[in-house]
């Protein structure tokens, strides 16, 4: 690359066209400060544009949607709570769609968790699971769910606007599939915990009867 | 609202009207207080937990974009993540019992990655309808650092901790794949070309 196209790039040395670019030693050590700089300037205008362009949306959803969950208290899923406790083909759904979406969206990450207290021990880690798996489908809709994590959508969505396309497109698909995808991680999980579960019990006995024919 | 004990009491009307204005006064507050407190909370989830990661992605960004970096990624990124089983790849890999919970953490990783996929995206190395099976390749492992932890605050016994544990590893492996299977499908008609 040529020393004279990036000694241009400094500001102060455009003003005036009578100053020589510097050269030798010192348009060495010039054209590394101009590289090292632009690192940080490439970065700085990725920040600005975020800042502006993400930053005044947040502020206003997260304070409406905060208020929203105070005003409607987040103790009234609970009742949902003791329904997806109950055991049968119908109430998977609710154990595994309902509960983790209300959770998710009402106690956000990760207090959300804490709803696997109604449920029975044997239900517990496919909940964990179902609601684990949401935390960032919502966040293309609903950001104020995990303000931490916000960037597995951004960053993917911030293609997408680059391209001068919608994203609430890809937010929605993201949203519905993320349901399909939580229903099903839950019900799987189930099915493998209580298949490692019956196997411990039936370990378990064994060791009893080895114990006692052995006494 | 002393004002409403002290006067209540002379007068009937008197009494009932206080009481009116006690109640508006009361719920009016209440709702006010609710919205700045909202708006207090939100503030500082944007200073505290939004801002930095925005500030450690554009450094990241940053410098891979300067350095080139970004396109050496590509070379072998964007092949990988521009058709179905190179997603699927992603996913397993992602997945696996032993690596999962090391990806998991913060979801640094996987948002890192979400960042440079989605530069990819924008300089049109990946077609923008494989945004929404890649948000689930680079996302098998989310939370399977914390399964504890998550288990600990749906106030599980230890012995379901001992079983959950692995339950939510073993299923990840076989429910990742599927997930971008699944979204793979529902992206039929995501920003397709109109020609």
């Keep these: 690359m040529p020393v004279t196209s990036l000694a241009s790039l400094v500001p102060l040395a455009t003003s005036d066209t009578n100053v020589k670019p510097p050269t030798g030693f010192f348009g060495a050590m010039a054209d590394a400060a101009t590289w090292f700089i632009g690192l940080f300037q490439a970065g700085g205008v990725n920040f600005m544009g975020l800042v502006t362009g993400i930053v005044p949306l947040l502020v206003v959803l997260l304070t409406a949607i905060n208020a929203l969950i105070r005003l409607i208290g987040p103790e009234r899923i609970d009742k949902v709570g003791e329904m997806a406790a109950r055991p049968g083909l119908q109430w998977y759904p609710v154990r595994y769609l309902v509960l983790p979406f209300l959770s998710v969206f009402f106690l956000t990450n990760p207090m959300c968790y804490t709803m696997g207290r109604f449920l029975p021990e044997k239900y517990k880690p496919a909940f964990y699971d179902s609601a684990v798996s949401f935390v960032h489908p919502i966040t293309g809709i609903f950001p104020h769910a995990n303000a931490g994590e916000l960037f597995v959508y951004l960053g993917i969505a911030g293609g997408i606007t680059t391209l001068g396309l919608n994203t609430s497109d890809l937010a929605v698909r993201y949203l519905l599939v993320g349901l399909v995808v939580i229903l099903l991680r839950g019900i799987v999980t189930e099915i493998i915990t209580n298949t490692m579960l019956s196997r411990r019990s039936a370990q378990q006995q064994q060791t009893q009867q080895t114990e006692e024919a052995t006494a | ?195």
């Design chain 2, 1 to 195: 609202m002393s004002s409403a004990t002290v006067t209540g009491g002379s007068s009937g009307w008197l009494a009932g009207v206080n009481r009116l204005l006690v109640t508006i006064g009361k719920a009016v507050g209440g709702v006010v207080g609710i919205l700045y407190q909202a708006g207090r909370d939100s503030i500082d989830t944007i200073i505290r937990n939004i801002l930095p990661f925005m500030a450690f992605i554009s450094v990241i960004v940053g410098i891979i974009n300067k350095t080139g970096l970004g396109d050496h990624l590509a070379h072998w990124v964007s092949p990988l993540a521009s058709n179905l089983p190179g997603l699927i790849v992603i996913s397993v890999f992602c997945a696996i019992p032993v690596l999962s919970p090391v990806l998991g953490p913060g979801a640094v990783i996987a948002q890192v990655i979400g960042v440079l996929l989605g530069v990819r995206i924008g300089k049109g190395d990946i077609a923008p309808q494989y945004s929404l099976p890649a948000l689930f390749a680079i996302d098998p492992q989310v939370g399977c650092d914390f399964i504890p932890v998550g288990l600990a605050l749906g106030e599980a016994e230890p012995e379901t901790v001992e079983i959950g544990v692995p339950a939510v590893l073993i299923s990840r492996l076989i429910t990742g794949p599927i997930a971008v299977i699944i979204a793979y499908f529902a992206s039929f008609g995501l920003y397709a070309s109109s020609n």
